[in-house]
């Protein structure tokens, strides 16, 4: 018997990294589990996987921008399940530089991922939570979202936002028992250093890709615990750095 029997979890961004490990975790757990991503491929190896080992899973093609589509993903969930009892907001891109380099495209990718697409995806599960009297939404922030870095400033920006959306969810939906939990990472060896483009960025991140970084499933695990725990417990916050990272 898993400490997630018979619950439902959403996990956004499902298609690698955090995401991709957080599936495994609560499916692990017993939840049945909905992925969601962009990377349709991706996504079928990870079912094959959690089906392989007993689990439950739904795969659903998902752009968090879109927030039709997102909607769509809770609803698809619910259809299938029966219920949304938690959903991992997970989908996220990291694209710094500076502010002065004017990557405005980049900008609006990251608000749009990081935030609109986080909002999106909460509005709709807030509304079967509701009608359910119980849920838990886990929003995944990062150290950025309380330490600037001279490259991070508008990566922050979006961070300190899904802080300050999170505590606010916290206060609105304290009297429909949905617990609201955001996890805030350091350096994960995951792919988003990958997709940062300006030179000067990647290399100003040199010192923490050289330490020992997090891995994925440390994240998971992290988020597993916090799930899990009783209804009365409502574990709001966790910081989680690498042993070596200095900041």
């Not at 990557?103 to 990081?114: E, H, I, P």
């Not at 060896?189 to 300006?198: K, Y």
């Not at 916090?226 to 990272?245: A, D, G």
Request: proline letters at 2%; charged letters at 25%; a negative charge.
């Amino acid at each position: 018997m898993g400490k997630l029997d018979g619950k439902v979890a959403v996990v956004t961004g499902a298609s690698s990294g955090i995401g991709e490990a957080t599936a495994e975790a609560l499916a692990a757990e017993g939840a049945s589990v909905v992925v969601a991503a962009r990377r349709e491929d991706r996504l079928a190896d990870l079912v094959q996987r959690i089906e392989g080992d007993g689990g439950r899973v739904l795969s659903v093609q998902c752009d968090v921008t879109d927030e039709d589509q997102a909607h769509d993903l809770i609803k698809h969930a619910e259809q299938e399940f029966g219920s949304v009892d938690i959903l991992i907001n997970n989908a996220g891109v990291m694209l710094l530089s500076k502010v002065e380099k004017g990557l405005s495209d980049q900008w609006r990718q990251m608000f749009d991922v990081n935030v609109l697409g986080l909002l999106y995806a909460t509005d709709a599960a807030v509304e079967v939570m509701k009608r359910q009297k119980s849920g838990h939404i886990v929003n995944i922030s990062s150290v950025a979202g309380r330490k600037v870095r001279p490259t991070g400033g508008v990566y922050s920006g979006t961070k300190f936002a899904v802080n300050a959306i999170s505590e606010g969810l916290r206060q609105e939906l304290l009297e429909d028992n949905i617990r609201i939990t955001m996890v805030e990472p350091g350096a994960v060896d995951t792919e988003l250093p990958d997709h940062i483009t300006d030179d000067e960025a990647l290399e100003g991140m040199g010192g923490l890709m050289s330490i020992e970084r997090l891995q994925s499933e440390d994240i998971a695990n992290a988020i597993a615990y916090v799930v899990t725990q009783p209804e009365r417990v409502s574990v709001n916050e966790i910081l989680i750095r690498p042993t070596q990272q200095p900041n």
